[in-house]
């Protein structure tokens, strides 16, 4: 059986950064997708869930320590 890569689009290396971030990326996922996203997404996508996360922790400060 041969495994052919495919390309993943920019929402689907989205979704695979996203889920990597909370710990839910399956190995078999990561496996089979490591030689098909495009690195300039990758990188991307974890520069904006670093920032998001980020932003997120400073408005849960913001609103609890008045």
């Given amino acids: 059986m041969t495994d052919t890569v495919t390309t993943r689009t920019f929402l689907q290396t989205m979704l695979a950064v996203g889920w990597s971030f909370i710990g839910l990326r399956r190995r078999r996922d990561f496996e089979r997708d490591v030689g098909a996203f495009n690195p300039i997404y990758v ?19 913001h609103f609890a320590a008045p």
């Fill in 43 to 61: 990188v991307l996508g974890g520069l904006t869930g670093a920032a998001l996360f980020i932003a997120l922790l400073l408005t849960v400060v």
